[in-house]
């Protein structure tokens, strides 16, 4: 079986060769045909699988509560890019982003200086990336916080982390079973028990 045919591009599809020191930033928004949530890192092309039921619901449960208790000044948006640098667009699953970087409806990418809080949660296929790539790069960004979001049978575990900007490092400062309470970046109370609950 071909896997251009898992993304619906036929047989003979020709997947994009990169040009000779990797692809750009820029490129990203330019090739044509790629799969959805395509993501630069270190100029190189990285297409992810298919999204597990945990990951959608996780992406939901943060978005809809996050929407409801950032302050005004912040929006949070899901599956939206991260322009790092020239090689580097990652694609948080969840961010919290100055409501005042809104450029308009077609609006791929956000500034690393934009973003308060990038959230990934983890996947089979990305656990290394989740947990050492974008963190590190995240991190060498100046992105203050990240939270790193695992399944434990169901229910999502919120590893936070607080960027230290002396080291350009994040520091853990925390993990979250159950219910997930902070008081920075601003106040947030997640029941994370409710990923299955409809409302």
């Known amino acids: 079986m071909s896997a251009a045919r898992d993304y619906g ?12 020191g990797g692809w ?35 992406m939901y449960l943060f978005e809809h509560a996050l929407l409801a208790q950032a302050p005004d000044e912040w929006e949070v948006n899901r599956e939206m890019t991260v322009r790092l640098d020239e090689r580097n667009r ?8 100055r409501a005042d970087a809104d450029t308009g409806h077609r609006q791929t990418w956000f500034r690393p ?5 990038a959230i990934e949660v983890g996947s089979d296929d990305s656990e290394d990336r989740d947990r050492e790539v974008k963190p590190r790069k995240y991190a060498q960004a100046n ?25 350009r490092s994040y520091v853990p ?4 079973h159950n219910r ?5 970046p601003f106040p947030v109370d997640i029941d994370l028990t409710a990923i299955d609950r409809r409302r």
Request: aromatic share 8%; glycine share 4%.
């Open 180 to 184: 997930l309470k902070l008081t920075v």
């Open 24 to 58: 750009t930033a820029d490129d990203l928004d330019e090739l044509p045909n790629l799969p959805p949530h395509t993501e630069l890192i270190d100029g190189s092309l990285v297409f992810v699988s298919p999204q597990t039921r945990f990951h959608s619901r996780a």
């Open 9 to 20: 591009l036929g047989d003979d599809y020709q997947w994009p060769r990169p040009p000779e």
């Open 143 to 167: 992105i203050p916080h990240h939270w790193r979001v695992e399944n434990n049978e169901g229910l999502p575990v919120v590893y936070v982390y607080e960027l230290d900007p002396a080291t």
């Open 173 to 176: 400062t925390g993990i979250f």
């Open 90 to 97: 990652p694609e948080p699953d969840v961010l919290v982003n």
């Open 113 to 117: 200086q934009d973003v308060l809080i």
